[in-house]
Structure formats: structure tokens, C-alpha cells
């Protein structure tokens, strides 16, 4: 059972779907961009099956030299290649891998690279080389939030509960209407990993029946969303800084896009909160 399989109806899974069917014909390299918890290592091992079983490498598992990449690339003629997590190259890294895929590049039989969306403002911001970038994404595909496909809501919900129940050997749990509807109505800042977690949770406290009791959310909120009639406008900033961190599980670039400041402000106002708590202690 896989992504290709399944009877999306949303029109970003459905065009993710069709542009996936397509690299079965083609070797190019594939770059997927996604926000965290979107899925990013579920479709690169989708599109690494279409060429066999592909190899895997984390972004703390590759080489920082040009011998490096040569040591741990003699079956890349052979097997697809999955590159996790790009973005968190360093420069070393980036570099000597563009000189090895210069002198290497017929040889591979597919490169598949995940990254967060943020890449893109990093190539434009010369904080990652371009020439890299555009050698992984000739065919690039993004991945949706859960907020963009809920008619799929439901679909994906049950194909994730049999998929437990097949790796598991658990009779298949069924979710109450009002289950269905409390996950619907929640923001997943955590995308389809927050969803599977919270859908473990609901299995481990139920018998095979879900209901609305047993849908459980961390909550990231705290006090910061609570706004009280004369706080000074420096400690609403403040507030929704924090929220706004919370709710991107601390993606300080995610964060500065969503509140429209620069990274470099927010960094600058995230200093001057770490100041204010020490001269609190002192």
C-alpha cells in the first residue's frame, strides 16, 4: 500500500499523484519541498521504489569532502538515492558534493532530495549555492499541508488506521463521527506527523473504538494567546512572537514569514526577551 494507490480527491494530492506516476519513465533527479510533518520521506520512498529499493542519507550521515562522497557512492548506479533534509547542509558539504556530481553525474541512477520550503529564500539569500539546487530540482514537487486537502481529511485518517492494523496484526479501529469531526477542526501546526501521532495516542488509550474522548492535542498555546485589557502593545509583540514560535515548533524562518518581519528582527527581539529574563534573575 502506498500514496499511489489511494483515491485522493483534493486537487494538490491528486496533481502530487500524477507528477510522481510520471518519473516512473524518467531518471531525473527530484527535489520535495515541504513544511515540517508534511511527508517529505514518505513520497521520496514512493518515488525511490519506482527504481528499486533506494538508499538513504540523513543530513548528519553525509560527507563534508569530495572523497567522502566517493567512498559512499558505489551503488549509485544501481539503487535511487534518497538525500534527507538538504537545507542543513553546511557549506563544506554543498561544495564538495557539487564538484563530486560534476565528475559523477551520468552515473547516478536517480537522486532524491527533501527540504524544507525554505530553501528556496536560502539560494535566493546566497545562504545555499544555487548550482546545487538547481542539479537536485529538475523536477521539484511541494507537499501540501493538511489545511490544503481536507476533503482528503477523512480518506487519509482511514488508510493511516489500516496500515496500523496490517504492520500491527491489531484488528482495525473505527473513529466515532465526533472524532472524525474534533480532528477536523484542529490548526495541526505538526502536519500528517502531528496527525499520526495523535492517532497512536487515540489507539493506545482505546479498544478499537475511537471516539472524540480519546483524540488528544499537545497543547502549544500556553498563556501567550490569553490577552488581557492593558497589556502595553511591547508585550502583545511579545505574545505573538512566542505564539507564532510555538505554533511553527520554533521554525524561527516559518515564523518571521508568518508575522511579515525579517529573520533578522526577530532574531534581534528574541535577544532582547533573553536579556529582559536575565536581568530578572539578577
Not at 224 to 246: D, R
Amino acid at each position: 500500500m502506498d500514496f499511489l494507490e489511494f483515491a485522493f480527491e483534493s486537487d494538490f494530492l491528486k496533481n502530487i499523484q500524477s507528477e510522481v506516476r510520471s518519473l516512473s519513465s524518467a531518471q531525473s533527479s527530484v527535489l520535495i519541498l515541504g513544511d515540517s510533518g508534511t511527508g517529505k520521506t514518505s513520497w521520496a520512498h514512493v518515488i525511490g521504489r519506482l527504481g528499486g529499493i533506494p538508499i538513504v542519507f540523513e543530513s548528519h550521515e553525509v560527507p563534508k569532502t569530495i572523497k567522502g562522497w566517493k567512498e559512499i557512492s558505489h551503488n549509485w548506479d544501481k539503487c535511487p538515492i534518497i538525500l534527507e533534509d538538504i537545507d542543513k547542509w553546511c557549506y563544506a558539504t554543498q561544495s564538495s558534493f557539487a564538484q563530486f556530481v560534476r565528475e559523477h553525474k551520468r552515473q547516478f541512477k536517480r537522486i532524491i532530495a527533501t527540504a524544507s520550503t525554505r530553501i528556496i529564500a536560502k539560494v535566493r539569500e546566497d545562504h545555499f549555492r544555487s548550482d546545487v539546487y538547481y542539479t537536485l530540482a529538475i523536477r521539484k514537487i511541494e507537499l501540501p499541508k493538511i489545511g490544503d486537502c481536507l476533503s482528503d481529511f477523512e480518506k487519509i485518517v482511514q488508510f493511516w488506521i489500516k496500515v496500523h492494523s496490517l504492520t500491527s496484526g491489531a484488528t482495525q479501529a473505527e473513529l466515532s463521527f465526533s472524532a472524525i469531526q474534533k480532528m477536523r477542526s484542529h490548526r495541526w501546526p505538526g502536519n500528517f506527523t502531528e496527525l499520526v501521532n495523535v492517532l497512536e495516542r487515540a489507539l493506545s488509550f482505546s479498544q478499537g473504538q475511537i471516539s472524540d474522548q480519546h483524540i488528544k492535542f499537545d497543547d502549544w498555546s500556553h498563556d501567550y494567546s490569553e490577552l488581557e485589557v492593558g497589556l502595553t502593545l511591547a508585550t502583545l509583540e511579545k505574545k505573538l512572537i512566542m505564539q507564532t514560535l510555538h505554533l511553527t515548533a520554533q521554525n524561527k524562518s516559518q515564523a518571521a514569514r508568518m508575522l511579515g518581519i525579517s529573520i533578522r528582527t526577530l532574531r534581534n527581539k528574541l535577544n532582547e526577551y533573553r536579556q529582559e529574563v536575565t536581568h530578572e534573575l539578577f
